[in-house]
């Protein structure tokens, strides 16, 4: 079935004018009024100032994040965020939770820190009766809370790994149980030394050699959705960094200090310069996976991750890691623990 569509100028008033702007340095962590600005919290702030409420329009409203491309329903009274928002109000033949889930889901290039408002007013938004519009936006508000426990659920999983880790041997860091610390780069298998991977792997291939991103690693695995292939010849130049399954994956640029284990699908694939491939033999790869995950050792790669645009780890401090080694039958009683909460964590997502 086919519907009308509206130009988005159409559909929206840009309503974003006529109202005071609150500078993030003056934004407090508790007050009478929310402010919403383009972070992807939903509310980055509050203010007591009432001089700052949102009047132009009336509410819902949907808030855009020009800079961010973050989308935001808003039907309470708010403060707008100083920098990058613009605040859009429906037509009236529109349902403002239908018009929100359609921009959610908008094709938006993707301009870096650039402004994207130019890109939104290109779409044109269907236009179905408003009947048919609430319909729609009651199953994807299901659908959001779906999702929301979901993520719920995975925070307490990852949450739980950490918490036995803490009880079993405390802060790896300080290490208050006096157990023997060896470098990182002793723990591995000296035949696979440490290694970061392709510096450029080329447009996505049909056929190939599949590779990780950081972005596919998510909550200490590995999202095999959008999963990327090079051609042969490249990942062939790139030996060295062939993933094995059951390796330890750690990201050294750009987001420092995710880590995912490398399941069965991803034998033999390969990976980015972004990360560090940690194929380890003297030591549980969950155990150690689970070690630098916590905060104490967040800690420690954050003072040595540098850099401005693109901040990263030197792979020299990383092979000098000083990472506890409990007895090994102690690792592997912590490891079957978190592989059963791995396979909670896999079913939710």
Known sequence: MSFARLPFLEAFSDVSGGNKKLPQSEFSKQGELPVIDQGQQLIGGYTNDDSFRF??????????????????????????????????????????????????????PDAGYSRHFKFLKEISVPAPPLSEQRRIAAILDKADDLRAKRRAALAELDGLAQSIFHAHFGDPIENPRGYPVKHLIDLVDSKRPISYGILMPGPDQEVGVKYVRVTDMKSGGVDLTGIRKTTYAISNSYRRSLLRAGDLLMSIRGHVGRFAVIPMDLDGA?????????????????????????????????????????????????????????????????????????????LHR
């Open 270 to 346: 390969n990976i980015t310069q972004d990360s560090a491939r940690l194929a380890l033999r003297e030591a549980s790869t969950l155990f150690v996976r689970e070690c630098l995950r916590s905060p104490g050792f967040q800690r420690w790669m954050e003072k040595r991750t540098k850099g401005v645009a693109v901040r990263g780890i030197n792979l020299g401090d990383v092979k000098l890691m000083p990472v506890i080694t409990p007895p090994r039958e102690a690792q592997d009683a912590f490891a079957s623990m978190v592989s059963a909460i791995d396979v909670s964590r896999l």
């Open 55 to 108: 009047s132009s329009a009336d509410l819902p409203v949907i808030v855009f994040g020009d800079h961010t491309k973050a989308m935001k329903f808003v039907d309470f009274p708010f403060a707008m965020g100083a920098d990058g928002i613009k605040v859009l109000k429906p037509a009236p033949r529109l349902d403002a939770k239908f018009a929100y889930h359609f921009l959610c889901q908008a094709p938006i």
